[in-house]
């Protein structure tokens, strides 16, 4: 399954290359500020986009993802004198008398500190990395849809709740981020031949066993080990990647959600030992993958098959 991905975040490519208008309303429905609401998990990538704003709405977006910058910079903030406070303690106590306490206090305080001032400097650099444009389950993405023949780009959950399905199922069956071609007919039917969308990806990560990877067997009681592999298209370019995507409306609110598709791996993908691997379909199919029509899946199905043809290469993830 593909756990992880570097997505397409620069909204003025996105919309330029692939014909597609910015839902600005539901980014600002995302980022709003509503009563017990959370800050939404997304990439720095994201939140950046919108910088430099013209429109009035864009700009107001930009003054809602400022506020939970302050927000959450003023909590990381107190976070740090907290844990500083810890650490001092600890290393009073352990200077006094060491003990197993003291020790642990030491070691959790250092690493709290540590996770507290990277975020804020994360927060508060203003150059792009390459990681501040990745997803993980429970992110939020850019994903292409389309709304009365119209491309549309609206932010997404990378992990789809069906709107059948109850909040709770997001930690019952977390795996909902992909959604299995064998399964498209059976779980995901709400969605498969109703709500297509694409994420745009520059590569994606794969947790693959150790010994896979290099082509053994396991050794007499070794345990199996993991390895993280980052799959890049050579040359490099975007890939389209096949996701079903779904409303959700309950009582915890409204949900744009979405999981990406995977089917048996290609050659490059199966020879470092994983069984899985997400779809990139072809520019050329994106309108009739984005419009699909629900009596006439086997349409769909030759989309998947007919993907886009891509060398892949792959490197262990630092």
């Given amino acids: 399954m ?75 903030d107190e976070e740090i004198r907290v844990q500083a406070a810890r ?108 709500r297509h969308g694409v994420v745009v990806v520059q590569s994606f990560y794969e947790h693959v066993p150790r010994h896979a990877l290099e082509h053994r067997a396991l050794r007499p009681g070794e345990k199996p080990g993991n390895a993280v592999l980052e799959f890049r298209a050579q040359p490099p370019r975007d890939l389209l990647i096949a996701c079903l995507w779904s409303e959700w409306e309950g009582p915890e609110g409204r949900l744009l959600s979405f999981a990406a598709i995977t089917d048996e791996p290609p050659r490059e993908v199966a020879a470092a030992g994983h069984d899985r691997c997400i779809v990139p379909i072809r520019p050329a199919h994106l309108d009739a993958w984005l419009n699909p029509d629900p009596n006439d899946l086997a349409a769909l199905y030759r989309i998947l098959d007919d993907r886009e043809p891509v060398a892949l290469d792959y490197a262990e993830a630092a």
């Fill in 2 to 76: 593909c756990y992880s991905a570097q997505i397409r975040a620069d909204y003025t490519k996105l919309v330029r290359e692939y014909g597609a208008m910015m839902s600005l309303d539901e980014f600002a429905q995302l980022y709003a500020h509503d009563a017990g609401k959370q800050r939404p998990k997304t990439p720095k990538a994201m939140d950046d986009g919108f910088a430099g704003a013209r429109t009035p709405q864009g700009q107001d977006i930009v003054a809602k993802i400022q506020q939970w910058h302050a927000e959450e910079m003023q909590a990381l």
């Fill in 87 to 194: 650490l001092k303690g600890a290393e009073n106590a352990l200077a006094a008398r060491p003990t197993q306490k003291a020790r642990n206090d030491l070691r959790i305080a250092g690493n709290r500190v540590e996770r507290a001032q990277a975020r804020l400097d994360d927060l508060r650099r203003t150059g792009l990395l390459p990681r501040d444009s990745r997803i993980f389950p429970g992110v939020y993405a850019p994903v292409i849809v389309s709304e009365r023949g119209q491309r549309v780009i609206k932010p997404m959950r990378y992990q789809c709740r069906l709107p059948d399905k109850p909040a709770r199922n997001d930690t019952l069956y977390p795996g909902t981020y992909n959604a299995r071609r064998d399964s498209l007919e059976t779980y995901w039917k709400p969605a498969f031949g109703h």
